[in-house]
């Protein structure tokens, strides 16, 4: 059953009109997707720190954003997440996710590092995977000045965040490092062919619809021969082993389920440790939606304590 506050969330969005993604230019939904937020997201709890920066990449400057969280010691070296926001690789940037960001810094005791990633349709595919690459190396390269610990670095991301966040650790395993400890995916794209049971049964009514997908695939992708790319679909690598542990996030009533799951049995298939769980009652996106839905915030707080786990923090 889909869980009443989200039915509730949809009804609302329903009766207030707001315009679906894909009828939208991107220009127009980058502003919807950044205006609604303050309807869904809970206030930004106050942090340590919240420092701009910029990475160097192959295409230019990358945007980042660092934060450390409450009570952290401003000497200590923290273990530290970059993180890829989600938005179909078209829309959202630092401050969608400025507040889940915040959340999981002082959730798991980590700095995170959140990336401003380029997006289609102006940087078509692979310009977001090669900056998600390079903003990485760079946090990496750059650990002692930024305060962070490069030995516990973890990477992460929702959506097409979780996807870049995928490729980027298999990318690390395959050209020599940085060395990534740790992969947050939360309900992650991993088949951009987008066939699996799911982009059917969840295709329409629940926020995020077949029409919004293939906006953003087509954005995104200008050919259809790179949906065969591994760095648009993880899940087509032919060697998935060697990656690091991974806490996989997906929602019951999202397009993106059934690909997340084949994604999560293929890690643990070529012998990762992985954490599978599926949030039966919740719809794409949900994760950022705290003031109302109150699995999101269960949901944060998993992903805060994995992290930890992961990275051996303790909670500030």
Do not use: K
């Not at 315009?19 to 930004?44: D, K």
């Not at 993880?234 to 999202?254: E, I, N, Q, S, V």
Request: glycine share 8%; proline share 7%; net charge negative.
């Amino acid at each position: 059953m889909l869980h009443p506050q989200a039915r509730a969330l949809l009804d609302l969005i329903e009766q207030r009109g707001v315009p679906p993604t894909h009828t939208l230019t991107p220009v127009e939904a980058r502003r919807w997707y950044r205006e609604r937020r303050a309807l869904t997201q809970p206030a930004p709890p106050p942090i340590g720190e919240s420092v701009d920066l910029a990475a160097e990449g192959p295409h230019g400057a990358i945007p980042l954003r660092l934060y450390r969280p409450l009570h952290a010691d401003s000497q200590a070296a923290l273990p530290v997440l970059v993180y890829f926001h989600g938005g179909g690789w078209v829309i959202g940037d630092l401050e969608t996710h400025d507040t889940l960001c915040r959340e999981l810094a002082n959730g798991a005791a980590c700095a995170v590092v959140a990336v401003d990633y380029r997006m289609g349709p102006e940087h078509r595919f692979p310009a977001a995977v090669d900056d998600c690459i390079a903003a990485t190396r760079w946090v990496a390269s750059h650990a002692a000045a930024l305060g962070v610990d490069a030995a516990r670095l973890a990477v992460g991301g929702d959506s097409a965040g979780g996807n870049l966040a995928a490729v980027v650790a298999i990318a690390a395993r395959d050209g020599g490092g940085p060395a990534i400890a740790y992969q947050l995916l939360i309900y992650p794209a991993t088949d951009a062919r987008r066939g699996h049971p799911s982009h059917t049964t969840n295709g329409e009514g629940y926020l995020l619809t077949r029409d919004t997908m293939q906006y953003f695939h087509d954005h995104y992708i200008d050919d259809a021969a790179h949906d065969l790319d591994w760095r648009a679909s993880p899940l087509l690598h032919p060697d998935l082993a060697r990656l690091p542990p991974a806490l996989l996030l997906t929602a019951g009533f999202d397009p993106l389920r059934d690909e997340g799951l084949d994604y999560a049995d293929a890690l643990t298939a070529a012998g990762n440790r992985v954490s599978y769980v599926c949030y039966e009652r919740q719809i794409h996106g949900f994760i950022t939606m705290g003031r109302v839905l109150d699995e999101a915030n269960s949901a944060v707080a998993l992903c805060a304590a994995e992290l930890r786990r992961a990275l051996g923090t303790r909670a500030g």
